[in-house]
């Protein structure tokens, strides 16, 4: 059973950096289609970034040339850099397990981790 549990985030100030990690168990993350979302009291949990198997990456635009996402097989993690922050980053953020890949056939999956805040002040 695939399950994740997110780290790094906190305080930070505008401007700085923050790394986000998702530390999976109960399956090679080289197996996984992942991505982040945040979610901010009282609104919809958006999509922030993703990543696929074959290391393609997407981004929301808002995020777009700060964030980068990144998977560490030998770690077995997800990895959310996260550059020049703004106070409109500031949420929970969530990693998601969206899909696993086996040898011959890929079956979707709806794993969340419990979220890790950030807060950015100006």
């Known amino acids: 059973q695939v399950q994740l549990l997110e780290s790094g985030g906190g305080p930070v100030q505008a401007g700085g950096s923050l790394t986000l990690s998702c530390q999976v168990t109960g399956s090679s993350v080289s197996r996984l289609d992942m991505s982040w979302y945040r979610q901010v009291p009282g609104k919809e949990r958006e999509f922030v970034s993703g990543?696929?198997?074959?290391?393609?990456?997407t981004y929301a635009d808002s995020v777009q040339g700060r964030f980068y996402i990144s998977q560490d097989n030998a770690k077995n993690t997800l990895t959310l850099r996260m550059n020049s922050l703004k106070p409109e980053d500031s949420a929970t953020y969530f990693c998601?397990?969206?899909?696993?890949?086996?040898?011959?056939?890929?079956?979707?999956?709806?794993?969340w981790g419990q979220g890790t805040p950030v807060t950015v002040s100006d």
């Open positions: 998601k397990a969206y899909r696993i890949h086996t040898a011959h056939s890929s079956a979707p999956l709806d794993v």
């Open positions: 990543i696929d198997t074959d290391d393609t990456t």
